[in-house]
Protein backbone atom coordinates (compact mmCIF):
# COMPACT_ATOMS: atom_id res chain seq x y z
CA UNK A 1 0.00 0.00 0.00
CA UNK A 2 1.09 3.71 -0.96
CA UNK A 3 2.59 5.63 2.04
CA UNK A 4 0.15 8.70 2.58
CA UNK A 5 2.13 11.77 2.94
CA UNK A 6 0.64 14.61 4.64
CA UNK A 7 3.31 16.94 4.51
CA UNK A 8 7.23 16.40 4.07
CA UNK A 9 10.35 19.24 3.12
CA UNK A 10 13.82 18.71 4.02
CA UNK A 11 13.38 18.89 8.05
CA UNK A 12 9.93 16.94 8.60
CA UNK A 13 7.85 14.61 7.28
CA UNK A 14 4.42 13.92 8.03
CA UNK A 15 2.40 10.71 7.27
CA UNK A 16 -1.06 9.61 7.89
CA UNK A 17 -1.02 6.28 9.42
CA UNK A 18 -3.35 3.48 8.77
CA UNK A 19 -4.83 1.43 11.46
CA UNK A 20 -2.59 -1.97 12.43
CA UNK A 21 1.02 -0.12 11.59
CA UNK A 22 3.70 0.08 13.60
CA UNK A 23 5.13 3.77 14.16
CA UNK A 24 8.10 1.70 15.53
CA UNK A 25 9.31 -1.49 15.43
CA UNK A 26 8.67 -3.52 18.82
CA UNK A 27 9.10 -6.90 19.33
CA UNK A 28 6.53 -8.81 17.21
CA UNK A 29 9.54 -8.08 14.58
CA UNK A 30 6.55 -6.63 11.89
CA UNK A 31 7.80 -4.36 9.68
CA UNK A 32 7.25 -0.46 11.25
CA UNK A 33 5.74 2.35 9.27
CA UNK A 34 8.94 4.02 9.52
CA UNK A 35 10.66 1.54 7.35
CA UNK A 36 8.15 2.42 4.71
CA UNK A 37 9.16 6.38 5.10
CA UNK A 38 12.85 5.63 4.94
CA UNK A 39 11.93 3.78 1.90
CA UNK A 40 9.91 6.40 0.12
CA UNK A 41 12.97 9.22 0.70
CA UNK A 42 15.18 6.95 -0.31
CA UNK A 43 13.43 6.15 -3.71
CA UNK A 44 12.21 9.97 -3.93
CA UNK A 45 15.36 11.63 -3.13
CA UNK A 46 17.89 8.70 -4.89
CA UNK A 47 19.51 8.98 -1.44
CA UNK A 48 22.44 6.81 -1.49
CA UNK A 49 23.77 4.52 1.58
CA UNK A 50 21.44 4.96 5.25
CA UNK A 51 18.35 7.19 5.48
CA UNK A 52 18.09 9.57 8.55
CA UNK A 53 14.54 9.04 10.37
CA UNK A 54 13.77 10.32 13.57
CA UNK A 55 10.58 9.00 15.62
CA UNK A 56 9.27 11.73 17.25
CA UNK A 57 5.84 10.73 19.01
CA UNK A 58 4.49 6.84 18.69
CA UNK A 59 0.57 6.33 18.19
CA UNK A 60 -0.70 3.23 19.50
CA UNK A 61 -1.26 0.15 16.75
CA UNK A 62 -4.77 0.00 16.27
CA UNK A 63 -5.26 3.80 16.38
CA UNK A 64 -5.01 5.73 13.16
CA UNK A 65 -3.85 9.68 11.85
CA UNK A 66 -0.95 11.96 11.77
CA UNK A 67 2.50 10.78 13.18
CA UNK A 68 5.43 13.18 12.65
CA UNK A 69 9.28 12.16 11.71
CA UNK A 70 12.24 14.20 11.68
CA UNK A 71 14.15 14.03 8.41
CA UNK A 72 17.16 15.59 10.70
CA UNK A 73 19.35 15.26 13.52
CA UNK A 74 18.56 19.52 14.56
CA UNK A 75 15.00 18.97 13.84
CA UNK A 76 14.29 15.85 15.87
CA UNK A 77 15.67 17.35 18.77
CA UNK A 78 14.13 20.50 18.27
CA UNK A 79 10.46 18.64 17.54
CA UNK A 80 11.68 16.70 20.48
CA UNK A 81 11.79 19.85 22.43
CA UNK A 82 8.66 21.32 21.14
CA UNK A 83 6.78 18.27 22.53
CA UNK A 84 8.50 18.29 25.66
CA UNK A 85 7.04 21.95 26.46
CA UNK A 86 3.62 20.94 25.18
CA UNK A 87 3.91 23.72 21.85
CA UNK A 88 2.54 20.46 19.49
CA UNK A 89 -1.08 20.33 19.88
CA UNK A 90 -2.75 17.07 19.11
CA UNK A 91 -6.75 16.75 18.02
CA UNK A 92 -7.86 13.11 17.96
CA UNK A 93 -11.25 12.00 16.63
CA UNK A 94 -13.04 8.98 18.55
CA UNK A 95 -16.10 7.43 17.99
CA UNK A 96 -17.58 6.03 20.71
CA UNK A 97 -20.95 3.69 21.96
CA UNK A 98 -22.21 5.93 24.26
CA UNK A 99 -23.00 9.55 24.53
CA UNK A 100 -21.22 11.75 27.29
CA UNK A 101 -23.28 12.54 30.03
CA UNK A 102 -21.76 15.97 29.30
CA UNK A 103 -21.39 17.49 25.53
CA UNK A 104 -18.22 18.87 26.26
CA UNK A 105 -16.05 18.62 29.63
CA UNK A 106 -12.48 17.77 31.25
CA UNK A 107 -11.18 14.76 32.12
CA UNK A 108 -9.29 14.33 35.05
CA UNK A 109 -7.59 11.05 36.40
CA UNK A 110 -4.84 8.94 37.86
CA UNK A 111 -3.88 6.06 35.57
CA UNK A 112 -1.23 2.90 36.78
CA UNK A 113 0.34 1.11 33.56
CA UNK A 114 0.24 -2.62 33.96
CA UNK A 115 3.67 -3.32 31.91
CA UNK A 116 2.36 -7.27 31.73
CA UNK A 117 -0.91 -6.35 30.27
CA UNK A 118 -0.33 -3.54 27.91
CA UNK A 119 -2.89 -1.52 29.66
CA UNK A 120 -3.25 1.48 31.74
CA UNK A 121 -6.30 1.46 34.90
CA UNK A 122 -7.36 4.82 36.22
CA UNK A 123 -6.41 4.53 40.15
CA UNK A 124 -6.96 6.79 43.11
CA UNK A 125 -4.73 9.63 43.88
CA UNK A 126 -1.59 9.00 45.65
CA UNK A 127 -1.21 5.12 44.09
CA UNK A 128 2.48 4.56 43.44
CA UNK A 129 3.48 4.65 40.08
CA UNK A 130 0.06 6.62 39.12
CA UNK A 131 0.44 9.89 37.01
CA UNK A 132 -2.33 12.43 36.25
CA UNK A 133 -3.63 12.61 32.93
CA UNK A 134 -6.05 15.23 31.78
CA UNK A 135 -7.76 15.65 28.39
CA UNK A 136 -10.74 17.75 27.20
CA UNK A 137 -13.55 16.58 24.66
CA UNK A 138 -17.01 17.62 23.02
CA UNK A 139 -19.39 15.79 21.25
CA UNK A 140 -19.40 16.95 17.29
CA UNK A 141 -21.54 14.77 15.75
CA UNK A 142 -24.13 11.84 16.07
CA UNK A 143 -25.35 8.94 13.47
CA UNK A 144 -28.02 6.73 15.25
CA UNK A 145 -25.64 4.64 17.27
CA UNK A 146 -22.76 6.12 17.89
CA UNK A 147 -21.20 9.69 18.73
CA UNK A 148 -18.41 11.47 17.17
CA UNK A 149 -16.04 13.05 19.73
CA UNK A 150 -13.23 15.45 19.41
CA UNK A 151 -10.62 15.69 22.01
CA UNK A 152 -7.40 17.27 23.06
CA UNK A 153 -5.04 15.31 25.65
CA UNK A 154 -2.85 17.68 27.74
CA UNK A 155 -1.11 14.96 28.78
CA UNK A 156 0.52 12.02 26.98
CA UNK A 157 -0.14 9.12 29.47
CA UNK A 158 -0.59 5.68 28.08
CA UNK A 159 -3.37 4.50 26.54
CA UNK A 160 -5.24 7.55 28.14
CA UNK A 161 -7.68 8.40 25.68
CA UNK A 162 -8.99 5.04 25.28
CA UNK A 163 -9.06 4.13 29.42
CA UNK A 164 -10.45 8.49 30.44
CA UNK A 165 -13.14 7.78 27.63
CA UNK A 166 -14.01 4.03 28.94
CA UNK A 167 -13.86 5.56 32.61
CA UNK A 168 -16.73 8.23 31.32
CA UNK A 169 -18.57 5.67 29.80
CA UNK A 170 -17.92 6.07 26.09
CA UNK A 171 -16.15 3.27 25.00
CA UNK A 172 -14.32 3.52 21.79
CA UNK A 173 -15.92 1.69 19.18
CA UNK A 174 -13.96 -1.35 18.34
CA UNK A 175 -11.58 -1.38 21.32
CA UNK A 176 -12.10 -4.33 23.13
CA UNK A 177 -9.29 -3.74 25.57
CA UNK A 178 -11.42 -0.75 27.15
CA UNK A 179 -14.83 -2.60 27.25
CA UNK A 180 -16.55 -2.18 23.75
CA UNK A 181 -19.08 -4.73 23.15
CA UNK A 182 -17.04 -6.34 19.86
CA UNK A 183 -14.04 -5.75 17.33
CA UNK A 184 -14.07 -3.85 13.90
CA UNK A 185 -13.64 -6.28 11.24
CA UNK A 186 -10.30 -4.92 10.32
CA UNK A 187 -8.96 -5.48 14.06
CA UNK A 188 -9.06 -1.42 14.92
CA UNK A 189 -10.20 0.69 17.07
CA UNK A 190 -12.07 3.85 16.34
CA UNK A 191 -9.46 6.31 17.30
CA UNK A 192 -8.03 9.06 14.91
CA UNK A 193 -5.24 11.03 15.27
CA UNK A 194 -7.04 13.79 13.26
CA UNK A 195 -4.66 16.64 13.44
CA UNK A 196 -1.46 18.41 14.76
CA UNK A 197 -0.16 22.09 14.97
CA UNK A 198 3.07 23.84 15.78
CA UNK A 199 5.53 26.13 14.98
CA UNK A 200 7.81 24.34 12.32
CA UNK A 201 11.96 24.02 14.15
CA UNK A 202 13.48 25.26 11.29
CA UNK A 203 10.93 27.36 8.92
CA UNK A 204 9.09 29.04 11.83
CA UNK A 205 5.85 29.28 10.27
CA UNK A 206 2.69 27.70 11.81
CA UNK A 207 1.62 24.75 10.89
CA UNK A 208 -1.87 22.80 10.75
CA UNK A 209 -1.88 19.18 9.66
CA UNK A 210 -4.79 17.05 8.91
CA UNK A 211 -5.33 13.91 8.36
CA UNK A 212 -8.18 12.06 6.37
CA UNK A 213 -10.56 9.83 8.47
CA UNK A 214 -9.66 5.85 7.14
CA UNK A 215 -11.52 4.62 4.42
CA UNK A 216 -14.49 3.51 6.09
CA UNK A 217 -18.55 4.17 5.99
CA UNK A 218 -19.06 5.48 9.45
CA UNK A 219 -15.90 7.54 9.59
CA UNK A 220 -16.56 8.82 6.05
CA UNK A 221 -20.36 9.81 7.54
CA UNK A 222 -18.71 11.55 10.58
CA UNK A 223 -15.80 13.35 8.75
CA UNK A 224 -18.83 14.85 6.53
CA UNK A 225 -20.34 15.97 10.08
CA UNK A 226 -17.29 17.43 11.65
Known amino acids: MALDVLYED????????????LVQGDKTGDKPISDDVKAYI??????PGDVFLGTIHRLDRPTS??????RTSKA?????????KKEVRKTYWAVVESAPKSTSGVLENY??????????????????????????????????????????PKTGRHHQIRVQLSQMGSIIKGDLKYGAKR????GSICLHARKVSFVHPVKKEQLEIIAPVP????WKFFEAKG
Open 10 to 21: NHLIVVNKRSGE
Open 42 to 47: KKKYNK
Open 65 to 70: GVVIFA
Open 76 to 84: LSRMNALFQ
Open 111 to 152: LLKNEKQNKSYVVEKGRSGAKMAELDYRQIAASDKYFLLEID
Open 183 to 186: SNKD
Open 215 to 218: DDKL
